[in-house]
Nanobody
């Protein structure tokens, strides 16, 4: 089992900044990537929307809407991923979820994904 503990959400005015952090703990032998997703518009069967993801090798991918404003970073040894959110806009308001992808547990060959509980980000205009 893996636990993801998120922190850093809150209320900020437009143009402000927030920093989200997520720490993973548990029996993790390896993983592929860690990242942040947002709930987005709710619809039946709809998956969460990618915000930013970073692989173990440092490759990053960002949603077009956050490029140039958000920066994702990670510490593989500590299994921590951070999201620095600058120049926040009201449309960034959402619940943000931490994800760790393709986790292999010690003694297992299965690959599993895990999600955090979510942290609310609210940007006022």
């Amino acid at each position: 089992q893996v636990q993801l503990v998120e922190s850093g959400g809150g209320l900020v005015q437009a143009g402000g900044s927030l920093r989200l952090s997520c720490a993973a703990s548990g029996s993790i032998a390896s993983f592929n990537s860690m990242g942040w997703y947002r709930q987005g518009r709710q619809a039946p069967g709809k998956q969460r929307d990618l915000v930013a993801v970073i692989t173990r090798t440092g490759t990053t991918n960002y949603a077009d809407s956050v490029k140039g404003r958000f920066t994702i970073s990670r510490d593989n040894a500590k299994k921590v991923v951070n999201l620095q959110m600058n120049s926040l806009k009201p449309e960034d308001t959402d619940v943000y979820y931490c994800n760790i992808e393709r986790v292999r547990h010690y003694g297992s060959s299965n690959l599993l994904d895990y999600w955090g509980q979510g942290t609310q980000v609210t940007v006022s205009s």
